[in-house]
């Protein structure tokens, strides 16, 4: 089996990839000790690649997978967009913000982001993706699944909350499962081959 080494302290997101990831034998592991990269990216791919070069100096196998994603508000000019994840100190916090400067507003248009990055033990860009997952903001909580601003987004491609999908219908239709799916397939197809 494959381990890769996933830039992140987050193990919900390493929980969602390693359900996507085992049918390809790639197991997904976390840094070990705190992760602090600086995110100081202009935009998602920029961030996801400040986390992976950082991991790759701390780990120690032969691939590195970042992602960086967030929430953008069409009628907000794309906020949170790259902040998503400090746009306040909690998550609770982050939606009771969103949902307060979405009043009264009629356009809800919103998308996941998630883009993605591998690097080897260098640093040096092997691939990159970036997808996204169409929706709108509701106007209250739903769910209680998935995590982050999961409660208040409603899925297009499943016509019901994002913290309303079972974890195999998130894998089908999330930002991050197609950004994943398209590394996956990557990683079988051409780094695998060589």
């Known amino acids: 089996m494959l381990k890769i080494t996933l830039a992140t302290g987050n193990s919900h997101k390493a929980e969602e990839i390693n359900i996507i990831a085992k049918e390809y034998n790639i197991e997904f592991v976390v840094p070990e000790g705190e992760f602090n ?3 100081d990216g202009d935009n998602f791919l920029d961030n996801a690649y400040c986390k992976a070069k950082y991991a790759s100096k701390i780990g120690n196998t ?5 992602d960086d994603s967030g929430l953008c508000v069409e009628a907000l000019n794309g906020e949170p967009g790259i902040y998503s994840a400090r746009y306040a100190e909690t998550p609770k916090l982050r939606i009771k913000k969103l949902l307060s400067n979405m009043q009264n507003i009629k356009n809800r248009r919103a998308k996941f982001v998630c883009a993605m990055v591998v690097t080897d033990k260098n640093g040096s860009i092997l691939f ?3 997808q996204e997952c169409l929706g709108y903001i509701m106007e209250e909580e739903k769910g209680e699944g998935g995590f982050g601003y999961d409660p208040i987004f409603f899925v297009d491609d499943m016509q019901k909350g ?3 999908l079972t974890k195999e219908e998130k894998a089908q239709v999330s930002h991050r499962a197609k950004s994943l799916n398209k590394v996956l397939n990557w990683i079988k197809n051409e780094y695998n081959k060589k």
């Open 37 to 39: 990269p600086i995110e």
């Open 62 to 66: 032969e691939l590195y997978l970042a």
């Open 128 to 130: 990159k993706t970036q």
């Open 162 to 164: 994002m913290a309303e």
